[in-house]
Antibody, heavy 114, light 106 residues
């Protein structure tokens, strides 16, 4: 059974950092591009960052460029999202998902507030 | 950036109804369109990929169609478990999601 399990969320002050993890199992993680998608409370879905299967290519939506870093450890079947200089508008549930969108984690809530 | 507009934002229908949800792209997305179902408190679930391909395990009452800038998700006979919010997503140029259609029972 395919599973994606996010962790690392919580409450953080504006300007501080937080790192999310997504542990994958049930499929060959190293064969798949992966992405982070977020959803602000009662809002729609927004793509945040993408990483290729081997980590060689990464892409970010404009509002998070220079602040967020997506990475992966294929030996550990784990995806990461390092979030620096957090802002209130980054408050959302963050989901990890496969490139095709066929598998999603359960989501982890990040709240940026003083 | 490609913008995706879904209509209506809220749809009320009865069990057994044929339901049609619309999604319009700001430019041609060459059928690179997915549909997702999201129930309250859950992650999105892929229903349809590449406009009209049914994801494994999804009931056949769900179908998709469209081309160019205009796309449709159809539920042939609405069931109570279909109450959810539905999102379209283009992947022709990165990813953009529509604002969603909330489907409720009348």
């Amino acid at each position: 059974e395919v599973q994606l399990v996010e962790s690392g969320g919580g409450l953080v002050q504006p300007g501080r950092s937080m790192k999310l993890s997504c542990a994958a199992s049930g499929f060959t993680f190293s064969n798949y591009g992966m992405a982070w998608v977020r959803q602000a409370p009662k809002k729609g879905l927004e793509w945040v960052a993408y990483i290729s299967y081997d980590g060689g290519s990464t892409y970010y939506r404009d509002p998070v460029k220079g602040r967020f870093t997506i990475s992966r450890d294929n030996a550990k079947s784990t995806l990461y999202l390092q979030m620096d200089s957090l802002r209130s508008e980054d408050t959302a549930t963050y989901y990890c998902t496969t490139e095709a969108g066929d598998y999603w984690g359960q989501g982890v809530m990040v709240t940026v507030s003083s | 950036d490609i913008q995706m507009t879904q209509s209506p934002s809220l749809l009320s229908a009865s069990v057994g109804d044929r339901v049609t949800l619309s999604c319009k792209a700001s430019q041609n997305i060459y059928k690179y369109l997915n549909w997702y179902q999201q129930k309250l408190g859950e992650a999105p679930k892929l229903l349809i990929y590449y406009t009209n391909s049914l994801q494994t395990g999804i009931p056949s009452r769900f179908s998709g169609s469209g081309s160019g800038t205009d796309y449709t998700l159809t539920i042939s006979s609405l069931q109570p478990e279909d109450v959810a919010t539905y999102f379209c997503q283009q992947y022709n140029s990165w990813w953009t999601f529509g604002g969603g259609t909330k489907l409720e029972l009348k």
